[in-house]
């Protein structure tokens, strides 16, 4: 009995590799996959910019979308001017109601601003 299972190792040491080879390829795809769709938001942002659906209201930039409603939550005015980046903020209310943002990329905090009317 123990001699042809002894004879099953190699056998079964070759599934292994392919398993363990099978989910390497699993996660360096689901990695490219990630970075695709960063890729693609980052088109699409960049194409609004171009398209001149991105423009400046109440202290942050805001993205329109073709039937201009505005997209998502505001963006970060400091790493727009100063090096095109459309990163969006992180956005909550204080106590007073106040709109603040803060960005994650420049570290730029208390943002306040109002949503555009």
């Known amino acids: 009995m123990w001699l042809k299972q002894l004879k099953a190792v190699p056998a079964n040491l070759a ?3 392919d398993i363990d080879k099978n989910l390497e390829i699993k996660k360096e795809l689901s990695e490219t996959q990630k970075r695709l769709e960063k890729a693609e938001k980052r088109l699409a942002k960049d194409a609004a910019i171009k398209a001149g ?3 400046f209201c109440n202290n942050v ?3 329109q979308d073709e039937n ?3 997209e998502g939550s505001p963006y970060c005015p400091h ?3 100063l090096d095109g980046k459309a990163v969006h903020l ?3 209310q204080n106590g007073s109601g106040d709109n603040i943002a803060k960005c ?3 570290k730029s905090d208390e943002i306040l601003f109002r949503m555009p009317e």
Request: glycine fraction near 4%; charge should be negative.
């Open 15 to 17: 599934k292994i590799a």
């Open 53 to 55: 659906r991105m423009f």
């Open 61 to 63: 930039f805001w993205i």
């Open 68 to 70: 201009g409603d505005i």
């Open 79 to 81: 790493c727009f001017e």
């Open 90 to 92: 992180i956005v909550w």
């Open 104 to 106: 994650l990329e420049c």
